[in-house]
């Protein structure tokens, strides 16, 4: 397993932000490689925000592209990367759904920005 990697300047300038993630199944590096890729895209873009919709929208999953028209953002179909859903309590708010978009302006990351974790096969 690679060794974890804590980003000091980064904590230094934004906190230290603890959060959980879901996954599926898969190897432990692969779980590596899909948090190191969120945390660069977090870091480099942090422009979040959470809406609330019914529950005809669940159908979104996390990790997929929405456009989002909201008049507090002055957001006219702004393209974002959704974070997180999570479905409220059926006895609390029934049919709710609260969803964590992130605002994307351009390219998410460049393929230059990370190096292997693994060194490169060598084939007889």
Same mark, same amino acid.
């Given at each position: 397993?690679?060794?974890?990697?804590?980003?000091?300047? /980064? @904590?230094?300038?934004?906190?230290?932000?603890?959060?959980?993630?879901?996954?599926? $199944?898969? &190897?432990? !590096?692969? %779980?590596?490689?899909?948090?190191?890729?969120?945390?660069?895209?977090?870091?480099?873009?942090?422009?979040?925000?959470?809406?609330?919709?019914?529950?005809?929208?669940?159908?979104?999953?996390?990790?997929?592209?929405?456009?989002?028209?909201? /008049? @507090?953002?002055?957001?006219?179909?702004?393209?974002?990367?959704?974070?997180?859903? $999570?479905? &409220?309590? !059926?006895? %609390?708010?029934?049919?709710?759904?609260?969803?964590?978009?992130?605002?994307?302006?351009?390219?998410?990351?460049?393929?230059?920005?990370?190096?292997?974790?693994?060194?490169?096969?060598?084939?007889?």
């Amino acid at each position: 397993m690679p060794p974890l990697v804590k980003r000091e300047d /980064s @904590i230094r300038r934004m906190g230290e932000i603890e959060n959980q993630r879901t996954f599926a $199944t898969m &190897r432990q !590096s692969q %779980a590596q490689r899909h948090l190191e890729r969120m945390a660069r895209i977090e870091q480099d873009n942090p422009v979040f925000c959470t809406l609330t919709g019914d529950g005809s929208s669940i159908h979104v999953p996390p990790g997929g592209f929405v456009t989002v028209t909201h /008049s @507090i953002p002055k957001w006219d179909r702004q393209l974002c990367l959704l974070i997180d859903i $999570t479905a &409220r309590s !059926s006895e %609390a708010s029934p049919d709710e759904v609260e969803f964590t978009p992130q605002k994307i302006d351009g390219s998410l990351y460049s393929d230059k920005a990370h190096t292997p974790i693994q060194p490169g096969l060598t084939l007889p």
